[in-house]
């Protein structure tokens, strides 16, 4: 049996704890979208992978402030009730 990769672990352990990380280019295509949480926002994850999240989410104030947000490149961290799922995030990767 092949051994897992580092993504392949951390892409399990998202996806079976109540979390969500996302991660968008500057355009606001998603790269990221894993975490168990995503199903409360009604998509799985990784669904959201190669879509534009400012026209999926765009609709929403609150989602629309926090996409603009990241896209200044703002570094934050967030935690907000989606469905009563706790959603933490940060913007962009300290290097």
């Given at each position: 049996m092949p051994t897992p990769t580092t993504h392949q672990?951390?892409?399990e352990l998202f996806n079976h704890i109540p979390v969500?990380?996302?991660?968008?280019?500057m355009n606001g295509i998603a790269l990221l979208a894993e975490g168990s949480a995503m199903?409360?926002?009604?998509f799985q994850p990784g669904q959201l992978v190669g879509h534009n999240l400012?026209?999926?989410f765009g609709?929403?104030?609150?989602y629309l402030a926090q996409l603009r947000r990241a896209l200044t490149g703002e570094s934050f961290t967030l935690q907000s009730g989606i469905k009563h799922a706790p959603a933490r995030g940060r913007s962009k990767l300290d290097a």
């Open positions: 672990i951390v892409r969500m990380a996302w991660a968008m280019d199903t409360s926002i009604g400012i026209e999926i609709q929403d104030p609150n």
